[in-house]
């Protein structure tokens, strides 16, 4: 039996440290300054004090990041002025993938050209204290967003710039993004990458950790998404994480999503004191759309505005927003602001004081409740004694198997379509553990919809495709 | 049939879609997934002895890795291969038949550029692999 254990810190963590940050571009970082700087941040810098002071709103945040220094400073005081309650940090994709060396080049002809080689901000070719300097002033959570495998080095970077609030994780950042990144080794370091904010904590002023349950954002049916959700929750504390965010992605169906966030919240709470991890604060981020989006402004704003009245109805602790312009690629800062102000006042206008519910919500919740259950308890029951391995064998074995994923580690036998609520239904469970029962509910739902066109690829990429 | 995105492309969607709508028409898929090389749709050819070869390119790397493609094939004697390429293929906007004759040149019987519906080369492939199917029944037959 490999069930998460509170004993199953990574061993030797300084020392692993200073390995770590002996590489050049760790530019001398220092542990104990690292330690001083973070203790004399302004209280609000904090995700867990910001969780706490929203009130019954969801907390706003965008998504952002550009290569050039002054942009980004430009880039953090607009959207913070518009109103963002959490500032992003998006990294460029060659630091997400250890290129160092080429982002450092690309950011100096970037600066020289002024133009944009890069898709983010390349934070370790900037360094930390360079970095530091984009957060005067700002009382606000700096969120770090990449995509990164081996984030060990980028994380102690970002730590030391002062970034309070690290996305991602053994498993979702590297099955969606990488299609060769050996997954264990991916689990390995993201151990190191919880450990390191675990021990950068102080009791009430924790690093906050949070996961990306979007995943591949392509027909992920919710119990898929919510299991590794709880999972990586489940790997961080086994860390000595003690805040943690579990996140998924708008579904396109509002009954299941009201379901999967009230599935997700009650279950991270259950095994989190099941295992003995009952110190752990959890907190719930709805993802707007994170497919494809239509071209038209009108018709992005309209998912936009959608999108936040369902993250309200599901008392979202936070929610990260897209902007009109994204089919259209890196948004200017303009829009990116007029996105926050625009979902601030939709989560204004339109609060929920209480989740929302319904007999067909209560159906899907219990449906989806039913199938998490069945594939954590596979997991827990494998055999071994180790959880981070069980959960590698997991998807060697098909149990968790996540549609549209590059990695030659997803089993790709489960497949999924949309039902005549627009609900992800799963069509061919493969090899993930539900149960016949549930598997049999998820086909007759399935069946309740008129196929419409004559060939299921066509209805699958129809069904992709829904907001487009 | 082997089917692949070639490059260091990982748009991994059009292609799952793909096997998925040729195993729905009768064909049995080898499908070799992202980030593949010439070379890696050649040997899986020769592993498998295959009737057909399908890349697809989304990102247009395609150009760059296509170029040569049937001499890779007729050195190790598969010359006579039914190649066929499709996606997004070249980058930047060409007009429709410089694409074509672009990879026609390269070696490839039949090239989809921008065609938003693989419904059209299925039926293409049905056609040029009648022979094949047709072979097929003799064999089947005799047994």
């Not at chain 1, 250890?98 to 370790?124: C, D, F, V």
Request: aromatic share 8%; charged share 25%.
């Amino acid at each position: 039996m490999s069930r998460p254990r509170t004993n199953a810190k990574l061993a030797g963590i300084e020392r692993y440290r200073q390995q770590v940050i002996s590489h050049p571009l760790a530019r001398g970082i220092s542990l104990d300054d690292v330690r001083d700087h973070l203790a004399n941040l302004p209280r609000k810098r904090f995700p867990r004090v910001a969780y706490g002071n929203r009130g019954g709103i969801p907390c706003v945040q965008p998504r952002g990041g550009v290569p050039l220094f002054e942009a980004q400073y430009q880039l953090t005081r607009q959207l913070s002025e518009a109103g963002a309650d959490f500032i992003p940090l998006t990294i460029d994709s060659y630091t997400r993938q250890n290129q160092y060396e080429t982002a450092t080049q690309l950011l100096r002809r970037s600066e020289e050209e002024g133009k944009n080689y890069l898709n983010g901000y390349p934070l370790i070719s900037h360094g930390y204290e360079l970095t530091r300097e984009l957060y005067h002033e700002i009382d606000k959570p700096i969120s770090l967003r990449h995509g990164t495998p081996d984030a060990r080095l980028l994380v102690e970077v970002a730590i030391a710039s002062g970034i309070t609030e690290i996305e991602g994780g053994g498993i979702c950042y590297c099955l969606p993004y990488s299609e060769g990144f050996p997954l264990d080794r991916c689990l390995l370091y993201w151990q190191y990458v919880d450990r390191v904010c675990a021990v950068n904590s102080s009791e009430d002023l924790p690093i906050h950790r949070e996961s990306f349950g979007p995943l591949t954002a392509t027909l992920v049916p919710p119990a898929i998404a919510l299991a590794i959700e709880i999972v990586e929750a489940l790997l961080a504390a086994e860390q000595g994480v003690t805040s943690f965010a579990v996140s998924f992605g708008q579904t396109g169906s509002i009954i299941q999503d009201i379901a999967a966030g009230r599935v997700l919240r009650r279950l991270t709470r259950h095994y989190l004191d099941r295992f003995g991890f009952e110190a752990v604060q959890s907190y719930i981020v709805y993802h707007q759309w994170m497919g494809q989006f239509p071209s038209g402004r009108e018709k992005a704003t309209a998912i936009i505005v959608g999108s936040s009245i369902i993250s309200s109805m599901i008392s979202a602790d936070k929610i990260v927003v897209k902007t009109r312009d994204e089919a259209l690629g890196v948004p200017s800062a303009e829009v990116n602001a007029e996105a926050v102000d625009t979902v601030r006042y939709v989560l204004r206008t339109f609060g929920c004081a209480e989740p929302v519910t319904s007999p067909l919500v209560d159906c899907e919740a219990t449906l989806i409740e039913s199938e998490v259950t069945s594939i954590l308890g596979a997991i827990f029951d494998m055999s071994g004694d180790v959880f981070w391995e069980s959960v590698f064998r997991a998807f060697q074995m098909g149990y968790l198997d996540v549609p549209f994923s590059p990695h030659i580690d997803n089993a790709n036998k489960l497949i999924s379509m949309r039902d005549r609520n627009g609900s992800i239904r799963i069509s061919e469970r493969g090899n993930v553990p539900i149960s016949d029962e549930d598997a049999q509910l998820e086909r007759r739902l399935l069946a309740s919809r008129d196929i419409e066109l004559d060939k299921s690829y066509r209805q699958l990429l129809t069904d992709i495709n829904v907001m487009v | 049939m082997i089917i692949g995105v070639i490059g260091d492309d990982v748009h991994v969607v059009g292609n799952r879609i793909m096997q998925l709508a040729l195993e729905e028409s009768g064909f049995q898929v080898f499908n070799l997934g992202t980030r593949n090389r010439p070379s890696h749709f050649r040997q899986a050819a020769l592993e498998v002895n295959a009737h057909a070869v399908f890349v697809s390119s989304l990102n247009g790397e395609g150009e760059y890795w296509c170029a040569d493609f049937r001499r890779q094939f007729a050195d190790v004697g598969l010359g006579n291969i039914i190649l066929y390429v499709g996606g997004n293929l070249v980058v930047g906007k060409r007009p429709q038949e410089d694409v074509v004759k672009t990879f026609k040149s390269y070696g490839f019987d039949r090239v989809y550029h921008q065609q938003r519906d693989i419904g059209v080369a299925i039926a293409d492939l049905v056609e040029d692999l009648k022979h094949v199917q047709a072979t097929y029944q003799r064999e089947t037959r005799g047994n």
